[in-house]
């Protein structure tokens, strides 16, 4: 097999004598990992360009102001903080929704959410909604001779028309191109509380089946309505179903009892399976989406980390979340594989505070400011819905730096294709741009021009929309920006109107709308908001 062949640019910048090194220990490694793959030549897909493994951590619900190397000081998040410090750091680094599903559906598919229906916050019992044989993330990369797994939050639905918890779960991630996947089927504050491995609830006892619902199953069984005064965490509003572990849930279900997790231990889980995923593909090109739960309500983290953040449960979730990261860059570096080996940090949505539990996320916020500069957050289409900690790390590959490039999650599809020079079809990937220059900090590398930013998306193309171009922000609202959920301690701004227009560069916290000033840019961009909606494709 052929040694990959590197372009000149890498060569080009001025490097520093360790930065040289570890390019050349990247370059050995990268011929070894070649030499050592196998099944790359079983498929045919021209000779790949170079051949990473490639490691997307997707924070939940992490404000662009929640890690220290974007601003936070009340508590500090070391792990990430070395990433950035050893890769590049975007500032203009966004997911495509302001809520979970539509972000992962994009992520994996490379496509706006919004142009497929049913892609809003899955419900416990959601069906599959990416289905088999669209082209994805994985499946390009599988294709391209990858091994491919997901561990963690998928939220994503299983089944065809819904979950057969007791039996064989699919259509799921391994109809779309994962080989493996260890899930948390939706999210926890949604039942039930069970892992599952391949098609499979794990440790499913036959005898004591699971029933999910979205309505009582029971008549006498707990809830969070019946029980309220026996919860440790009080809900504000919502989860009030079926209580597991001291927490009542959205949903309600019953049975399973042996297959059920502690809320603790979700993030030591996802670590030791992607620990004993990277072991068992060390010789080989390998995609790992590591999928965390942190810091999404319930925000229940394990008990070590407990008062360690000086903010309530919240900022302890994000500790994890920290810890998390180190844990996965130690198992890079036990085996050798750091220099061979883009890990892409980023988050599924914005941050909110109260998202239905009384866990001391408003309380004990402190000083402590979840959204960085910017307004609004989870649910919005705000900057703060979207914007968020953004960061790749390649050693050797990637300059230490930090660029001020729009980069988005649902780019990563089409530019992992291009890396390892696996054929896009016409047809997938509608929005996905190939911006992987920008993404590895090449210089005068040039990310998006523009992006579209949307909420949960229930509306189709009659929803809120964000359109981010260059410096400038138009707004679309259906109604005010706001959910219901208490997002900051600030006020939202409320723009009365249908289009406004802001300045990012001189107001980030879009609260001076210019539209009256700038007419002719609030028309132009009015009529591109309307072609990506209308246009169905944004990929040339
Ligand atoms: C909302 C939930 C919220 C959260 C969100 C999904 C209520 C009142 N609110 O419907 O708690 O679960 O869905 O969050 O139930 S996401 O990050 O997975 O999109
Ligand atoms: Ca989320």
Redesign the pocket.
């Known amino acids: 097999m052929a040694f990959p062949s590197v372009r000149s640019t890498r060569f080009s910048r001025p490097h520093n004598a360790a930065s040289r090194n570890r390019l050349v220990v990247a370059l050995v490694l990268l011929g070894a990992c070649e030499l050592a793959a196998p099944g790359a030549d079983e498929r045919a897909t021209p000779a790949p360009r170079e051949r990473p493994n490639i490691i997307v951590i997707m924070a939940?619900?992490l404000g662009y102001g929640d890690v220290s190397c974007y601003g936070s000081t009340v508590f500090k998040t070391p792990s990430i903080d070395r990433l950035a410090a050893e890769g590049h750091r975007f500032t203009s680094g966004y997911c495509s929704a302001?809520?979970?599903?539509?972000?992962r559906y994009s992520f994996l598919t490379g496509t706006y959410a919004f142009r497929t229906k049913g892609t809003g916050?899955?419900p416990p019992n959601g069906p599959a909604i990416i289905r088999p044989g669209t082209p994805t993330l994985p499946s390009l990369l599988r294709d391209a001779g990858y091994r491919a797994a997901v561990i963690g939050?998928w939220?994503l639905g299983l089944g065809d028309k819904e979950p057969d918890w007791n039996g064989t779960l699919a259509p799921g991630p391994l109809e779309i191109g994962f080989d493996e996947c260890f899930l948390l089927p939706?999210?926890n504050?949604?039942v039930p509380q069970v892992y599952v491995e391949g098609h499979r609830v794990l440790n499913l006892d036959p005898s004591d089946p699971l029933t999910v619902s979205d309505k009582p199953i029971a008549p006498n069984e707990p809830t969070g309505v019946s029980h309220r005064d026996t919860l440790r965490m009080n809900w504000s509003?919502?989860?009030n179903g079926t209580i597991h572990n001291g927490i009542s849930r959205?949903g309600f279900y019953t049975g399973g009892t042996a297959a059920r997790f502690r809320d603790e231990d979700l993030a030591d889980t996802w670590v030791k399976k992607s620990k004993a995923f990277i072991a068992a593909n060390k010789d080989r090109p390998f995609f790992l989406f590591f999928a965390s739960h942190d810091n999404?309500?319930p925000r229940m983290p394990h008990e070590r980390f407990h008062g360690k953040s000086g903010t309530g449960l919240r900022g302890d979730a994000v500790l994890e979340l920290d810890w998390c990261v180190g844990e996965i860059m130690a198992t890079l570096d036990t085996h050798g594989l750091a220099t061979n080996t883009l890990v892409i940090f980023c988050s599924?949505?914005g941050p909110?505070l109260d998202?239905?539990?009384e866990d001391g996320a408003v309380t004990e916020l402190g000083g402590h400011h979840p959204t960085g500069p910017f307004s609004g957050g989870?649910?919005t289409v705000l900057e703060g819905g979207t914007r968020t900690p953004f960061i790749t790390r390649w050693p050797g590959r990637i300059p230490v730096g930090e660029s001020d490039e729009i980069v988005c999650t649902i780019d990563v599809a089409a530019s992992c294709a291009a890396l390892v020079n696996a054929p896009l079809p016409a047809h997938a990937c509608l929005d996905s741009l190939d911006i992987h220059s920008a993404l590895l900090g090449e210089p005068d590398a040039q990310g998006r021009t523009d992006l579209l930013q949307q909420d949960?998306g229930t509306k189709g193309t009659q929803g809120n929309f964000g359109l981010r171009s260059g410096d400038w922000k138009l707004i679309r609202l259906v109604n005010a920006p706001g959910?219901?959920?208490v997002i900051s301690k600030q006020p939202l701004p409320k723009p009365a109107k249908r289009h406004s227009l802001y300045s990012l560069a001189d107001d980030p916290g879009e609260r001076n709308d210019v539209s009256q000033q700038h007419p002719k840019k609030t028309a132009e961009l009015i009529q591109r908001l309307d072609a990506i909606l209308t246009d169905g494709q944004t990929r040339p």
């Open positions: 939940d619900d302001s809520t979970c599903t539509p972000t916050i899955a939050k939220h939706t999210t504050d949604r509003h919502g989860h959205i999404h309500v599924d949505n909110v998202d239905g539990y989870k649910y949960n959910g219901q959920a």
